[in-house]
């Protein structure tokens, strides 16, 4: 069976501050893999995906930015902190169509 | 431009009732709907889901009946607990391995 990993739990950041989100997968090989944000009662708005090691693309950057270091693994970063990246960060994998989410990350930026 | 529009925003149902969640889409090149449900603090998961060439899919409690002619669908959760108060998210996704388009939830509240 498939597990989805995701580090850390929450975080409580500065603004101006760096961040970086981890999202680990075992028992897929060569996922598809997903970054989403959703904010406090809001909808599920997809950041980055890949589909491969050293590849991402981009669909929504909000000033973040993401990499796939290795086949189970998905980073989302960023240098500087907004107000406005608060929220719920959620990794997923899927076959395309289906998406299966992580627990998520809580960020508060302060 | 919102693809994928659910109603209503928030619905309230006493324990035992059917609660009716509603989605509508605008492509017509979706041909595959997965509904998730999302409990405060978590990630969504996979409820159920219905393809296009369907018109209605059932799975215990949870049935989802689509009309392709008028591009829209329901959930409808029978007999339903205090358990079943979380977010349903309706998404819609097409045949060419794209990731689906969410729509905004419906917050569901069952009272005992």
């Known amino acids: 069976a498939q597990t989805i990993h995701q580090w850390p739990v929450a975080e409580i950041k500065a603004v101006g501050s760096p961040l970086s989100l981890g999202c680990t997968i075992k028992?897929?090989?060569?996922?598809?893999l997903y970054w989403y944000w959703q904010a406090t009662g809001g909808t599920l708005q997809q950041l980055f995906y890949?589909?491969?090691?050293?590849?991402v693309e981009s669909v929504v950057q909000l000033n973040l930015s993401a990499s796939r270091p290795k086949d189970d693994q998905f980073i989302l970063s960023t240098e500087k902190l907004l107000l406005s990246h608060s929220g719920f960060y959620l990794c997923?994998?899927?076959?395309?169509?289906?998406?299966?989410f992580g627990p998520g990350t809580r960020l508060l930026v302060l | 431009q919102q693809q994928v529009r659910q109603s209503p925003q928030s619905l309230t149902v006493w324990e035992g009732e059917t609660a009716i969640l509603n989605c509508s889409y605008e492509?017509?090149?979706?041909?595959?709907f997965p509904w998730y449900q999302q409990f405060p603090g978590e990630g969504p998961a996979l409820l159920i889901s219905i393809r296009s060439v369907s018109d209605k899919k059932e799975d215990g409690r949870f049935t989802i009946f689509f009309n392709k002619r008028e591009k829209k669908l329901s959930l409808h959760i029978t007999d339903s607990q205090p358990g079943d108060s979380a977010t349903y998210f309706c998404?819609?996704?097409?045949?060419?391995?794209?990731?689906?388009?969410f729509g905004a939830g419906t917050k569901l509240s069952v009272k005992p």
């Open positions: 998404a819609a996704s097409d045949n060419n391995n794209n990731a689906p388009r």
């Open positions: 492509d017509s090149t979706f041909n595959y």
């Open positions: 028992g897929k090989s060569s996922p598809n």
């Open positions: 997923a994998w899927g076959p395309g169509d289906t998406q299966y």
């Open positions: 890949s589909i491969t090691v050293g590849q």
